[in-house]
């Protein structure tokens, strides 16, 4: 299947521990985020998006954290499963968007260890 | 709803062929999104469609590349003619508006030899 990068920041993880993917962004512009999960030979999936309006949002077994301050997102995944094994891409926008559609970061590869 | 269709999911041409990819968006869906993937460059957005009209295609990457939406069911992304740096993975996603979440595809592996 198809994955990104030779180059990708790779987290490794026990299953059962909680898992933190940071993503950083540029644009401080950007008010709209989502967190995109990339299974292998599979599309992104959607899993939780958040605006700027709020600093955290929590989904099932996962937390969205926004630090608009530094420009930093975080995707918390409590109590990892082998499963969640993936590529996580942060994507992010400016609302209203205009003509601009969303902009994906490079992706980080997580890997559950059983 | 089966999802965002997109045909074929693998394709193998020799250099200087035409390619087509297919996509078959959500129905309702008023947005419509060509993404290319490769290791080297990530995700990148070549082109998007609001109700069949194409709206941004700065990133398409050259004039081999054309895209279509002759109906709200149906695009269709051409590579004409095809080199061996244009192998990738091709996705189409939906939307309802640009702000939500795009639904993706499965995506079309293309291999230009």
């Known amino acids: 299947g198809e994955s990104v990068g030779l180059h990708l920041p790779t987290l490794s993880v026990q299953e059962g521990d909680n898992s933190i993917i940071n993503c950083a962004y540029s644009n401080s512009a950007s008010d709209y985020f989502i967190w995109y999960k990339q299974e292998s030979g599979k599309g992104p999936q959607f899993i939780i998006d958040?605006?700027?309006?709020?600093d955290k949002r929590q989904g099932q077994r996962v937390t969205v954290l926004l630090n608009k301050t530094v420009k930093h997102l975080s995707l918390q995944i409590a109590a990892t499963q082998p499963g969640d094994s993936a590529v996580y891409f942060c994507a992010e926008n400016i609302l209203p968007t205009g003509r601009r559609a969303l902009t994906f970061g490079s992706g980080t590869r997580l890997q559950v260890q059983p | 709803d089966a999802g965002v269709i997109q045909s074929p999911r693998h394709e193998v041409t020799e250099m200087g062929q035409e390619v087509t990819l297919r996509c078959k968006p959500i129905s309702g869906h008023d947005y419509l999104f060509w993404y290319r993937q490769t290791m080297m460059r990530g995700l990148e957005l070549l082109i998007y469609f609001n109700n069949n009209v194409p709206i941004d295609d700065s990133g398409m990457p050259e004039d081999r590349f054309s895209a279509k939406m002759p109906n709200a069911s149906f695009s269709t992304l051409k590579i004409q003619p095809s080199e061996p740096r244009d192998s990738a993975v091709y996705f189409c996603a939906s939307s309802w508006t640009r702000d939500n979440e795009q639904f993706f595809g499965p995506g079309t592996r293309l291999t230009v030899l």
């Open positions: 958040i605006r700027s309006n709020m």
